[in-house]
């Protein structure tokens, strides 16, 4: 069993940034590939970010440029800079650790922000 706990949620203005943190209970983080997904009200769960054990990132088309996915193996977290918020970046964040070899994926519960003037 793993636990992934995320925290860095709130209210931040248009424009802004927050960083959003995950941190896992168990040191098989560091083979595993982490992500971060996002739902907003009466949508799908997407992709944000993806991050590889080697650090290869890719993102969703739209936040390209504006957000970035990092680890640090050392402290089994996982972490979301976002710039340049806007309200359509409103969601409950998800953080997610893809099935490796011995183990299956698991979710964080989620952290909320909200992006409002």
């Known amino acids: 069993q793993v636990q992934l706990v995320e925290s860095g949620g709130g209210l931040v203005q248009p424009g802004g940034s927050l960083r959003l943190s995950c941190v896992a209970s168990?040191?098989?983080?560091?083979?595993?590939?982490m992500g971060w997904y996002r739902q907003a009200p009466g949508k799908q769960r997407e992709l944000v970010a993806r991050?590889?054990?080697?650090?290869?990132?890719n993102y969703a088309d739209c936040m390209k440029g504006r957000f970035t996915i990092y680890r640090d193996n050392a402290m089994n977290t996982v972490y979301l800079q976002m710039d340049s918020l806007n309200p359509e970046d409103t969601a409950v964040y998800y953080c997610?650790?893809?099935?490796?070899?011995?183990?299956?994926?698991?979710w964080g519960q989620g952290t909320q922000f909200t992006v409002s003037s």
């Open positions: 991050i590889s054990t080697e650090g290869s990132t």
């Open positions: 997610h650790m893809e099935p490796t070899a011995t183990t299956i994926g698991y």
């Open positions: 168990r040191t098989i983080f560091r083979i595993a590939t």
